[in-house]
């Protein structure tokens, strides 16, 4: 989509509102990266803790500057076959005014450009849940660095880019079921069958070490997902914005009370993992459905997922693939049911006069659509993901050594600890002193 300011009577002027409106919701999708560190932080056990939130970390450095140097520009840039977006003058983001517009819209192209930044960061670091305590620190970075390059940057313009092939056809994704977590998800399902299980799957306990932490990363999410989808309107000049923002709302309390009500049926307790990944089920399947759906809709799009991606969670002993924090039950599973529940439940009332079976003519013309969009995004992200995996796995190698990975990927990786036990036990640990040296000279050894 070129950048361009039309000069009619009727073009579109600077909005402060709306700009300042989508520079918060900018922050808000920045706070969801960390929220996701400790969420996923929280889940994996003491050894793997820094290495978890580093993964993620990691993805705001290398993805901003792949953003800047020319991931913007092939992702919204002018169209190429429906594929693939480009820019000359936005490589670098040198040539772009400071009140330069987003074609058809009043906020600048600047102000789109980093709320877009902010999706692209988050995703491959969705992707980081699934390969939990086994991945080389080094191989990884590589790996999101040439994802994001052969993957993100193309899906994005598939389904949000002017000219591109989905976007085109009519596929329904408000803020990213497709090209963000059905994207993800595949990945991770792509990698994992590559780099195999970690040692001691399906015999180890390997339970979260810090629910509280997982709770608190739950929590960040929820927040700044409201800015993820309410801004994905880019305003809110027409009511549709406020309605993503009720609906993320509404689904995601749906989809946690959903995944306790199968989680107390079938194992007997209502645990915070159940209600956290429940809400984050929620906030997954609303994503693309939020614009299109009345707020019963919302409630029926969240129950639906939250039972599902309860089941689908249990997949992996099943199919015996390590899918270590639950990415493709939760991401993958819920996009795919968000997505595709647009074809049932879409009013023709927001974001599109596009009406689903329940509604409107009762065609199943925007399901298929959405079948489309869906298994699309799916199997170029699983494929071409498979495909970098086996390819670094066979020149630089993706795991860490066994040896590593049992001592703890945080000391073999970078070593550190998240925790300092030393301490422990109610006072400050005494170094033992040589006899004959003084007191005075065992105060300066204890500092």
């Known amino acids: 989509m070129a950048p361009a300011i039309t000069l009619a009577a009727d073009a579109p002027t600077l909005s402060p509102a709306n700009t300042g409106f989508m520079l918060i919701c900018s922050a808000l999708v920045m706070l969801m990266t960390p929220g996701l560190a400790f969420f996923y932080g929280g889940m994996v056990r003491v ?29 919204f840039g002018t169209d190429s076959g429906g594929f693939i977006g480009w820019n000359s003058d936005w490589v670098g983001l040198s040539n772009i005014g400071l009140t330069e517009l987003w074609d058809g819209y009043t906020i600048p192209i600047f102000v789109f450009m980093v709320f877009q930044l902010m999706f692209a960061i988050i995703t491959p670091a969705l992707i980081s849940g699934a390969l939990a305590d086994r991945v080389k620190f080094s191989a990884w970075a590589l790996f999101i660095t040439l994802w994001a390059t052969v993957v993100y940057f193309p899906v994005a313009h598939w389904v949000w880019g002017a000219g591109g092939w989905a976007y085109e056809l009519g596929v329904i994704d408000f803020a990213g079921g497709t090209a963000v977590h059905i994207n993800a998800g595949a990945a991770a399902l792509g990698v994992i069958l590559v780099i195999g299980k970690r040692v001691g799957f399906k015999k ?5 070490h810090s629910l509280p932490l997982v709770m608190l990363g739950a929590g960040l999410l929820w927040f700044g997902w409201f800015g993820f989808n309410a801004g994905s309107w880019l305003g809110n000049d027409d009511g549709v914005g406020a309605l993503m923002f009720v609906n993320t709302q509404v689904a995601t309390a749906a989809a946690m009370l959903a995944w ?23 906030l997954v399947a609303i994503t693309p459905s939020g614009g299109a759906v009345s707020p019963l809709g919302a409630i029926a799009v969240g129950a639906i997922a939250g039972v599902l991606c309860a089941m689908a969670v249990g997949l992996k002993y099943r199919f015996n693939y390590d899918d270590s924090l639950d990415v493709v039950g939760v991401h993958l599973v819920g ?47 699983l494929v071409v993901s498979a495909i970098l995996a086996f390819a670094l796995d066979r020149t630089i190698g993706m795991r860490v050594t066994e040896d590593d990975e049992v001592a703890g990927i945080d000391q073999a990786e970078h070593a550190e600890t998240a925790y300092d036990f030393s301490g422990a036990g109610g006072g400050a640990a005494r170094t033992a002193v040589p006899a004959g040296v003084s007191d005075t000279a065992s105060k300066k050894v204890d500092a």
């Open 335 to 381: 996009g795919v049911v968000g997505s595709l529940l647009i074809g049932f439940f879409a009013t023709g009332k927001g974001q599109s006069t596009a009406t689903g079976v329940f509604y409107g003519n009762h065609s199943f013309d925007q399901l298929w659509k959405q079948c489309a969009g869906v298994f699309a995004v799916l199997g170029y992200s």
């Open 260 to 282: 306790l009500a199968y989680e107390k049926i079938r194992h007997g307790a209502f645990t915070t993992l159940g209600a956290a990944s429940g809400a984050v089920a929620g």
């Open 204 to 208: 180890d306990p390997m339970r979260p």
């Open 47 to 75: 050894k793997s803790t820094l290495n978890m939130l580093m993964m993620s970390f990691i993805s705001l450095g290398i993805i901003t500057i792949l953003w800047v140097l020319y991931g913007f520009s092939a992702a």
